[in-house]
């Protein structure tokens, strides 16, 4: 994590004392449906967040 590493630099700030993990998931499943579907149209978790 260069840019936390910076960060700490810039801000004097100690080494953490804890490490720090990060995860990244891709989730391309909504994507895939915007594309698949002419026209556009709501999917079932679309609609709920839109309600």
Do not use: W, Y
Not at 25 to 49: C, I, R, W, Y
């Amino acid at each position: 994590m260069d840019m936390l590493k910076s960060l700490r630099d810039l801000m004097k700030l100690g080494d953490p004392a804890t490490p720090m993990h990060v995860l990244i998931h891709e989730d391309n499943f909504g994507a895939q449906v915007l594309v698949e579907t002419l026209p556009p149209q709501f999917t079932s978790k679309e609609q709920t967040l839109c309600n």
